[in-house]
């Protein structure tokens, strides 16, 4: 119960806002996923699938009365070098190499073969 005795408005542990992303191989961008950001969560037949990367929640629901609808997600990782290398070897296309931007992030940018492109970054310094 949030305060004041009322239920929450939204799931327990989640975020306000979750991108969705449409697409006709749920399963297939569940696994790329999983393999390039280690995200958490697995594939759901009858609902969106749950994907976790880090503490951000990304909903991957099939397409029935809905058509494919891609993202463009900036994702912060560790290491944007090794995670653009993973991404290219499950199959990604390089759109932006690594990179030192001169806000204090290492940037590259990947589009997956379901047409998300994810821009993949580590922050090397301090800055907003």
Request: hydrophobic share 40%; glycine share 10%; proline share 5%.
């Amino acid at each position: 119960m949030a305060k004041g005795g009322r239920q929450s408005f939204k799931p327990a542990g989640w975020p306000t806002v979750a991108p969705r992303i449409f697409t006709s191989d749920v399963r297939g961008l569940v696994a790329f996923m999983t393999r390039v950001f280690d995200a958490k969560g697995a594939y759901q037949r009858e609902r969106p699938s749950e994907m976790w990367i880090g503490e951000s929640l990304i909903l991957v629901g099939g397409v029935t009365e809905r058509r494919p609808m891609a993202a463009f997600l900036y994702v912060y990782v560790s290491d944007a070098d090794a995670i653009y290398e993973r991404a290219i070897k499950s199959g990604a296309e390089s759109l932006e190499a690594p990179l030192d931007t001169p806000y204090g992030d290492r940037r590259c940018m990947v589009k997956d073969d379901w047409g998300n492109t994810w821009q993949i970054a580590t922050r090397q310094e301090k800055g907003r």
